[in-house]
């Protein structure tokens, strides 16, 4: 089975910076495209980023320059740089395999996620 897990997340200031890492197994996901999503309480999951398998990015309108996603496909590991993190980015963190076209995960299968919380 596939499985995800997210880490990196903590407690931090407006306008400082996080590296979330997330580590996917049960499946060679070299070849797909990978994203991050996001919730908080009440809302619903929503896209944050995605990176295609030769390194191609597409973010959400809100990241507005502020975050990076990267990969190592060799080690099926995902990456997300948060700079510039304000209170609306609190939320819990999640990654997923990803349509290279659409902004929906591949898989109803989630991780725990990782919580970033930013105080004002």
Do not use: I
Not at 64 to 70: A, E, H, N
């Amino acid at each position: 089975q596939v499985h995800f897990e997210e880490s990196g997340g903590g407690l931090v200031q407006t306008g400082e910076s996080l590296r979330l890492v997330c580590r996917a197994s049960g499946s060679d996901f070299s070849s797909f495209s990978m994203g991050w999503y996001r919730q908080s309480p009440g809302k619903q999951r929503e896209f944050v980023a995605r990176v295609s398998s030769v390194g191609n990015t597409k973010y959400a309108d809100f990241v507005q320059g502020r975050f990076t996603v990267s990969r190592d496909s060799l080690n099926n590991m995902v990456y997300l740089q948060m700079n510039s993190l304000n209170p609306e980015d609190t939320a819990v963190y999640y990654c997923n395999q990803m349509n290279p076209r659409t902004v929906y995960p591949t898989f109803d299968s989630w991780g725990q996620g990782t919580q970033v919380t930013v105080s004002s």
